[in-house]
Nanobody, 124 residues
């Protein structure tokens, strides 16, 4: 059974840091792009960051540029999201998702495998 499992979420004060992990099992995703999306209450799920299969091509939504860093370790079948200088508006459930493609897409429909999500809450 293919699974993506996120971990590392929690409650943090504004300006703090968290590191999310997305561990895959059941198959390797070393040839697939992996994204982080997030969904705040009452809002649509949105793209946060994405990394292509090799880890060389990386993309961020404008609101997290300079604060978040996505990386992947294909040997461990794991993708990370380092989140620094967190703001209250970063509060959301964060999901990792694996694409059927090797390159990053911003569209949710290109992502076949999803984790269950991890809650990130940033207090002011």
């Amino acid at each position: 059974q293919v699974q993506l499992v996120e971990s590392g979420g929690g409650l943090v004060q504004a300006g703090g840091s968290l590191r999310l992990s997305c561990a895959a099992s059941g198959r390797t995703f070393s040839g697939n792009a992996i994204n982080w999306f997030r969904q705040a209450p009452g809002k649509e799920r949105e793209f946060v960051a994405g990394v292509n299969w090799s880890g060389v091509l990386i993309y961020y939504t404008d609101s997290v540029k300079g604060r978040f860093t996505i990386s992947r370790d294909n040997a461990k079948n794991t993708v990370y999201l380092q989140m620094n200088s967190l703001k209250p508006e970063d509060t959301a459930v964060y999901y990792c998702a694996a694409s059927r493609r090797s390159f990053v897409s911003y569209s949710l429909k290109d992502y076949d495998y999803w984790g269950q999500g991890t809650q990130v809450t940033v207090s002011s």
